[in-house]
């Protein structure tokens, strides 16, 4: 739990962060998280009443993690999306009936009915779907990140994970690569307690923020359940990779509130643990904040709950993908074949132009 040092830690990054966040801002980053809990919610009734196909994962009660990171993150940078960030998405502005849409696989969904309730991103706002092997995205975030140094775009990528992301190999080499090549690149480590059914303590023999040193650069533990501390960690992570300083891994500490998915009823999960958590709700957190503006919350949130039931009603509506255009948007389209039977991605060699 929360110790002293982390308090405090949170305090500072939190005095620090107002100074970069307008009231609209704070307001902003409550509303986003009551979206996210709001759809999210109301998934899991369209999941057990048959409309979601598939399985239904959430991120409740880690609404600040992915919500306050985006938020730092300016435009034209890039967000490798993982399957409890749906705050991501939203911050960027996806319309709450394409979430719905593709979690009920209708052809209105970002996905255009091709997958379901994780693997999505709208390009055009810069999201990224996830790919399902952990932590893959890590290095799809690592190699745009490295696109944007070779170019010389001032752009950052970022990209979150869970805990359990980080026993496998691949965190290893993404970090490695980034660290070497000083990427403009920050990996949020999403350390809500559990990978599945397995607990913190048997995934890592060390701190976890502390790993990053053995790459060369910060690893910094925060509160992940403070969306304005969440927010100022990342601000100043993007900030130091767009001045070439390299990568920053972030450690949200947080909690997986509800079961790896809906099937899971979690009991290996204590419950004074889950209580002691729920204490610390990231919504209730912000809520206190932003109260003190002078805000109406509840006619906030029922502006919210508006938002998400009109999101239900018209994704309802949307009709499910004729089969026949199955293939359209799922692999690349070639535009000019490379002859020879050569397929596209066998075509480097030395005489290739862009291979330099
Ligand atoms: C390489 C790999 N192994 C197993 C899975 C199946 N799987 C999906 S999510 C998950 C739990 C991952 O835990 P963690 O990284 O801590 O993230 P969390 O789900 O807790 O947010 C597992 C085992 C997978 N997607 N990829």
Redesign the pocket.
């Known amino acids: 739990m929360e110790t002293d040092t982390a308090t405090e830690r949170s305090k500072l990054a939190q005095a620090a962060a107002s100074e970069h966040l307008t009231p609209d801002d704070r307001i902003a980053l409550l509303r986003t998280m009551l979206l996210m809990r709001g759809v999210e919610a109301r998934a899991m009734v369209l999941y057990r009443q048959g409309k979601v196909p598939g399985s239904f994962?959430d991120g409740f009660g880690?609404e600040a993690v992915s919500v306050g990171a985006a938020f730092a993150m300016a435009a034209e940078d890039r967000l490798c999306v993982?399957?409890?960030d749906l705050g991501a998405h939203l911050v960027r502005g996806v319309p709450v009936e394409r979430v719905f849409a593709q979690y009920m696989g209708r052809e209105g969904g970002v996905t255009r009915g091709r997958d379901g309730n994780v693997h999505f991103g709208d390009k055009d706002l810069g999201c990224v779907g996830m790919v399902?092997?952990?932590?893959d995205m890590m290095l799809v975030a690592t190699g745009m990140a490295m696109a944007f140094k070779l170019r010389g775009e001032r752009r950052c990528a970022i990209t979150w994970?869970?805990?359990?992301?980080?026993s496998?190999g691949d965190f290893h080499e993404a970090m490695n690569w980034a660290g070497v090549q000083r990427l403009p690149v920050v990996f949020v480590l999403?350390n809500?307690q559990?990978?599945?059914s397995?607990p913190i303590e048997q995934?890592f023999a060390v701190e976890p923020s502390k790993r990053a040193a053995a790459y060369g650069f910060p690893g910094v533990p925060v509160d992940g359940n403070d969306v304005e501390a969440m927010f100022e960690a990342v601000r100043v992570a993007r900030e130091r990779a767009l001045a070439g300083g390299g990568p920053t891994l972030i450690e949200a500490k947080t909690m997986?509130m509800h079961g790896?998915a809906a099937h899971d009823d979690m009991r290996y999960v204590p419950k004074e643990l889950l209580e002691q958590w729920r204490r610390r709700d990231p919504i209730d957190r912000q809520v206190a904040r932003v109260r003190e503006l002078g805000v109406d919350v509840e006619a906030l949130r029922a502006l919210v709950d508006e938002e998400v039931e009109a999101g239900v009603e018209a994704a309802l509506a949307m009709p499910m993908p004729d089969p026949a255009t199955a293939r359209e948007g799922v692999f690349a389209e070639v535009a000019e074949p490379l002859g020879d039977g050569l397929a596209p991605w066998s075509g480097f060699g030395p005489d290739r132009e862009d291979d330099r």
Request: proline residues 4%; glycine residues 8%; hydrophobic residues 25%.
């Open positions: 994962y880690q993982l399957h409890r399902s092997m952990l932590p994970f869970g805990d359990g992301s980080t496998r999403e809500n559990f990978a599945y397995t995934q997986r790896h």
